[in-house]
């Protein structure tokens, strides 16, 4: 894992003072509300519903056993006892206070974490797949890449007010499981004919208003000239994105109203200038930072354990949980195990501060000393024996960590919503809530197997509803709260975005919709296929149909709330 030098120690103490009076400066009205803004929003912190909301940076969803520690005291200290790991793979406070933000920075500086290009029109944090280094499906580990961009991207002069906020991502492995098609530079690595490393290079997806996948504008980019290329496409957006107009300031649209092969044309005449300049990747440059990421100590094992295998074999709850949350790892005897943050009665991507100390010990215990956090909202840890499975699986269970669900319906993605977020249409934790509760049967989870159910409180989409399998949008009709459904969205190598599928549904409606979509599924689905197949060998139609066929009906008044 990367180390801060004394450079990194020494800009993060000095923005941490930096802040402190600032903030002293905003508490004694030296400063007003405006003019403090955009100093607390570069510094990650958000003003909510009810409290200041803190966004941490996680880089690339890494972190070690002594951050988590950290974390946990933070939440204790500071917050209302838990934090919030988000779709960016960041964590999240909820309940601070203003007084107290300077002292939270100054304690993640003593682990090594900060909350800056949290927020604001520059490049936030660089995310990845949860299983760098370890997939078995790996081409090669991308994070020295994710370093790189991080140290170029933090503090960059020129591009620290871009037109909006800029997302990239790395995946490196066959599956992409960064979501590299909604962000805007999504790169994969591949290898050419020659074995030679590069990237292929997607721009202008994302999420939001206008939904776009992202489009490839090179095949293939050798990795030396990562840096200087992405120069150039942040370049032609920071001279032509719309600054204009808030909705369409993202560079997808610049994307879209250029035209890709246009848009690549753009940026290959300004690469000229760029191309093998100060910025161009060495040899000795990646391997220094690649030295953070060399492989732990793995010890010389069988490539299966025999008492894991046994256990498997007769024990159906542990069964359970390794077929959904153990993950194939490249070195023979180990595995990769997600702890779900998915337990119903819980929101989405919550973990308490207990539960994070109890990881950060796991984490010491039986995987090298870390962890990692994923888009989905769970935690990662990347490097189990298999002989160890078995112990670290009923100690997960203990602490509300192994619920076997990765991948099923109740692991679903879901943003704070009108609990929290002052921008929300509607809530969208109880909607979570409600539908886990509804199907909390695990035998019935596992029959329907593979499904995204991903949940917005608003347009803005931080919960990812338009990848989901099926999405569900929080909209406001005359002050109150509804939500439109779509279906056929997907992440992954195909990724997708869903189609709505009619009017909207009240609250109370909302876990019979989705029985309804589940009940044509199971009707209609050949043996072995996933929802997201069905949906896209059958259309939206059918599925349509049944659920508009008879009225829902609920206890509550049409768009009364049900969780008031
Ligand atoms: C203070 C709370 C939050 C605020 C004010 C906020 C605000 C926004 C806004 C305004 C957008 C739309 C940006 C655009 O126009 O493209 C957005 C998108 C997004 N946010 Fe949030 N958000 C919040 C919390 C979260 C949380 C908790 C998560 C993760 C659970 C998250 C992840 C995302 C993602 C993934 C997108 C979509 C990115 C894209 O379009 O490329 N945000 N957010
Ligand atoms: S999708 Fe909307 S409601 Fe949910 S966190 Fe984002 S801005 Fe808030």
């Given at each position: 894992m990367y180390r801060y030098d004394q450079y990194d120690h020494q800009i993060i103490q000095e923005r941490v003072a930096q802040f402190r009076d600032q903030v002293r400066?905003?508490?004694?009205?030296?400063?007003?509300?405006?003019?403090?803004?955009?100093?607390?929003?570069?510094?990650?912190?958000?003003?909510?519903?009810?409290a200041y909301m803190h966004r941490i940076a996680v880089p690339y969803g890494m972190l070690s056993s002594k951050q988590m520690h950290m974390l946990a005291h933070i939440a204790?200290?500071?917050?209302?006892?838990?934090?919030?790991?988000?779709?960016?793979?960041?964590?999240?406070?909820?309940?601070?206070?203003?007084?107290?933000?300077?002292?939270?920075?100054?304690?993640l500086a003593t682990v090594e974490m900060h909350a800056i290009q949290t927020s604001g029109n520059c490049v936030r944090n660089?995310?990845?797949?949860?299983?760098?280094?370890?997939?078995?499906?790996?081409?090669?580990?991308?994070?020295?890449?994710?370093?790189?961009?991080?140290?170029?991207?933090?503090?960059?002069?020129?591009?620290?007010?871009?037109?909006?906020?800029?997302?990239?991502?790395?995946n490196g492995a066959v599956e992409d499981r960064a979501a590299i098609g909604m962000h805007d530079i999504g790169l994969t690595v591949v290898k050419n004919?020659?074995?030679?490393?590069?990237?292929?290079?997607?721009?202008?997806?994302?999420?939001?208003?206008?939904?776009?996948?992202?489009?490839?504008i090179r095949e293939f980019l050798p990795w030396q000239h990562a840096l200087t290329y992405i120069e150039a496409i942040l370049r032609v957006y920071n001279q032509h994105g719309r600054r204009d107009n808030i909705y369409k300031a993202r560079i997808k649209i610049l994307l879209k109203a250029l035209g890709a092969e246009e848009f690549a044309r753009q940026v290959e005449a300004e690469w000229v200038?760029?191309?093998?300049?100060?910025?161009?990747?060495?040899?000795?440059?990646?391997?220094?930072v690649a030295a953070c990421f060399t492989a732990p100590a793995y010890l010389t094992l069988p490539a299966s354990d025999a008492a894991y295998e046994q256990e498997k074999a007769t024990n159906k709850a542990f069964a359970n949980w390794v077929m959904r949350n153990v993950k194939a790892h490249k070195v023979p005897g180990y595995a990769a195990v997600v702890l779900s943050l998915k337990k119903t009665g819980v929101p989405?991507?919550?973990?308490?501060?207990?539960?994070?100390?109890?990881?950060?010990?796991?984490?010491?215990?039986?995987?090298?000393?870390?962890?990692?956090?994923?888009?989905?909202?769970?935690?990662i840890l990347a490097d189990v024996r298999q002989a160890d499975l078995v112990s670290l699986w009923k100690e997960a269970k203990a602490h509300g960590l192994a619920?076997?669900?990765?991948?099923?319906?109740?692991?679903?993605?879901?943003?704070?919503?009108?609990?929290?977020?002052?921008?929300?249409?509607?809530?969208?934790?109880?909607?979570a809530g409600a539908i886990a509760e509804r199907f909390d049967n695990l035998d019935f989870l596992h029959d329907i197997g593979e499904i995204e159910l991903n949940i917005s409180g608003c347009i803005n989409a931080c919960g990812h509803h338009h990848i989901g399998n099926i999405g569900i949008l929080g909209v406001d009709k005359d002050g109150?709260?509804?939500?439109?459904?779509?279906?056929?969205?997907?992440?992954?190598?195909?990724?997708?975005?869903?189609?709505?599928?009619?009017?909207?549904?009240?609250?109370?409606?909302?876990?019979?919709?989705?029985?309804?979509?589940?009940?044509?599924?199971?009707?209609?689905?050949?043996?072995?296929?996933?929802?997201?197949?069905?949906?896209?060998?059958?259309?939206?139609?059918?599925?349509?149909?049944?659920?508009?066929?008879?009225?829902?009906?609920?206890?509550?008044?049409?768009?009364?709330?049900?969780?008031?």
């Amino acid at each position: 894992m990367y180390r801060y030098d004394q450079y990194d120690h020494q800009i993060i103490q000095e923005r941490v003072a930096q802040f402190r009076d600032q903030v002293r400066r905003r508490i004694s009205d030296e400063l007003t509300e405006d003019e403090f803004r955009i100093l607390r929003l570069q510094n990650g912190l958000y003003m909510q519903r009810h409290a200041y909301m803190h966004r941490i940076a996680v880089p690339y969803g890494m972190l070690s056993s002594k951050q988590m520690h950290m974390l946990a005291h933070i939440a204790r200290k500071y917050d209302r006892g838990y934090g919030h790991f988000t779709t960016r793979q960041n964590i999240q406070y909820n309940w601070i206070k203003l007084e107290e933000a300077p002292a939270i920075l100054a304690d993640l500086a003593t682990v090594e974490m900060h909350a800056i290009q949290t927020s604001g029109n520059c490049v936030r944090n660089i995310s990845s797949d949860q299983f760098a280094g370890v997939a078995a499906d790996e081409i090669i580990d991308p994070r020295p890449y994710c370093e790189i961009l991080r140290q170029w991207s933090t503090f960059h002069p020129e591009f620290a007010y871009l037109p909006r906020k800029f997302k990239i991502a790395i995946n490196g492995a066959v599956e992409d499981r960064a979501a590299i098609g909604m962000h805007d530079i999504g790169l994969t690595v591949v290898k050419n004919d020659q074995g030679e490393i590069g990237f292929r290079v997607m721009v202008g997806g994302g999420l939001g208003r206008t939904p776009l996948i992202g489009a490839t504008i090179r095949e293939f980019l050798p990795w030396q000239h990562a840096l200087t290329y992405i120069e150039a496409i942040l370049r032609v957006y920071n001279q032509h994105g719309r600054r204009d107009n808030i909705y369409k300031a993202r560079i997808k649209i610049l994307l879209k109203a250029l035209g890709a092969e246009e848009f690549a044309r753009q940026v290959e005449a300004e690469w000229v200038d760029l191309k093998d300049s100060e910025a161009t990747l060495t040899v000795e440059e990646l391997q220094r930072v690649a030295a953070c990421f060399t492989a732990p100590a793995y010890l010389t094992l069988p490539a299966s354990d025999a008492a894991y295998e046994q256990e498997k074999a007769t024990n159906k709850a542990f069964a359970n949980w390794v077929m959904r949350n153990v993950k194939a790892h490249k070195v023979p005897g180990y595995a990769a195990v997600v702890l779900s943050l998915k337990k119903t009665g819980v929101p989405p991507g919550d973990i308490t501060a207990d539960q994070m100390d109890f990881v950060a010990d796991l984490a010491d215990r039986y995987s090298f000393g870390e962890l990692r956090s994923a888009h989905e909202q769970n935690l990662i840890l990347a490097d189990v024996r298999q002989a160890d499975l078995v112990s670290l699986w009923k100690e997960a269970k203990a602490h509300g960590l192994a619920t076997p669900n990765i991948g099923l319906l109740t692991d679903m993605i879901c943003c704070p919503g009108g609990d929290f977020c002052s921008l929300a249409n509607a809530k969208s934790i109880p909607i979570a809530g409600a539908i886990a509760e509804r199907f909390d049967n695990l035998d019935f989870l596992h029959d329907i197997g593979e499904i995204e159910l991903n949940i917005s409180g608003c347009i803005n989409a931080c919960g990812h509803h338009h990848i989901g399998n099926i999405g569900i949008l929080g909209v406001d009709k005359d002050g109150s709260e509804w939500y439109q459904v779509s279906l056929g969205g997907a992440q992954g190598n195909d990724i997708a975005v869903g189609k709505i599928i009619g009017p909207s549904f009240s609250a109370g409606q909302m876990p019979e919709v989705i029985d309804r979509i589940l009940q044509v599924y199971v009707r209609e689905r050949t043996e072995d296929e996933k929802f997201i197949d069905t949906v896209r060998r059958l259309g939206i139609a059918p599925f349509k149909e049944y659920v508009y066929a008879t009225p829902i009906k609920t206890e509550l008044q049409h768009g009364e709330d049900a969780y008031a």
